[in-house]
């Protein structure tokens, strides 16, 4: 579970340094929606603030750089398969300032279902992300069950010019399979609850029951462990960000003990090794020396 910030009470900066911000902000938001996703739900945060930015602003940023150039030259792989398409839709309710949600999505192309009618019985094979999607909802909702229903809508309105672009490449699709962790989310897409207990959420929402019903989409619940969108929906600790990289990006390995290479190229991996993550501090002189001892170590063995 995640809370909003308290209120920014830090100075705040210099129509120059706010410039400098989005000029960053921008250019690693390319860089994010094209390679790496990782970075979404930071950049979220970061641009929702940049008008009115912060010395705290500031150090977000700093943060997201660190980021960046400890795990450099992202690479999405990916492998021969079906061309269906598959989501999986979470929300984080009230994580984001001033009462508001945030949505994630993770899309991917897979091999068929045996059944393309009912739930896949057998998870699909996973594919490097096509599409990802990390957004604060702009409207206020009034439960973690709305947020996880808008989710779904935002998701499923996303889809639809990827399986129009699919099918005008020839690759018929069947109902898309959007996976949820949320009960009410998928009682309510498949009328599967009393719809007079839902008429407080915001109306554009039940676009997505309908559609269901069409045979456009076909909204299914799995345990949350197993939704790749929620990595998308808020913050993690260090620990969590190097569990869940590998998953959606190609990834070699950083630190290699091979005497074939030399002292100083060691070490920059071993600097690269100790910062890999959410690092929060820069590279100082001592943790170079420290990188340095340890490689002529490795290759002294």
Not at 50 to 72: F, G, H, M, R
Not at 84 to 89: C, M, Q, V
Not at 169 to 186: E, M, R, W, Y
Request: net charge positive.
């Amino acid at each position: 579970m995640q809370y909003a910030e308290n209120e920014d009470a830090s100075a705040p900066l210099s129509p120059t340094q706010i410039n400098r911000l989005q000029q960053i902000t921008g250019t690693l938001l390319y860089y994010a929606i094209a390679v790496d996703p990782t970075m979404l739900v930071a950049l979220g945060d970061i641009a929702s603030e940049q008008t009115k930015a912060t010395i705290k602003t500031l150090a977000k940023v700093e943060w997201l750089l660190d980021y960046a150039a400890s795990n450099p030259l992202a690479t999405i792989r990916y492998t021969a398969s079906g061309m269906i398409l598959y989501i999986h839709s979470d929300a984080s309710y009230l994580s984001v300032s001033k009462a508001r949600s945030r949505v994630g999505g993770h899309f991917f192309l897979s091999n068929p279902s045996t059944d393309p009618s009912k739930p896949p019985l057998v998870r699909p094979p996973l594919n490097g992300p096509i599409h990802t999607i990390s957004k604060i909802l702009k409207n206020v909702v009034g439960s973690a069950a709305e947020a996880e229903i808008a989710g779904t809508y935002v998701n499923a309105t996303e889809a639809v010019p990827i399986v129009v672009t699919l099918e005008e490449l020839g690759h018929i699709q069947p109902p898309t399979p959007i996976q949820v962790d949320n009960s009410t989310a998928f009682g309510f897409a498949n009328k599967k609850i009393k719809i007079k207990r839902t008429k407080a959420i915001d109306m554009r929402y039940h676009w997505i029951v309908d559609r269901t019903s069409q045979g456009q989409f076909l909204i299914y619940l799995e345990p949350g462990d197993d939704n790749l969108g929620d990595y998308h929906t808020k913050h993690h600790s260090p620990t969590h960000h190097r569990h869940m990289r590998p998953i959606f990006l190609h990834e070699n390995e950083r630190l290699k003990t091979n005497v074939s290479m030399s002292t100083t190229h060691l070490a920059s991996c071993v600097v690269l090794q100790l910062l890999r993550g959410c690092a929060n501090s820069h590279i100082h002189r001592s943790t170079y020396d420290r990188a340095t001892h340890m490689a002529k170590y490795y290759i002294q063995k």
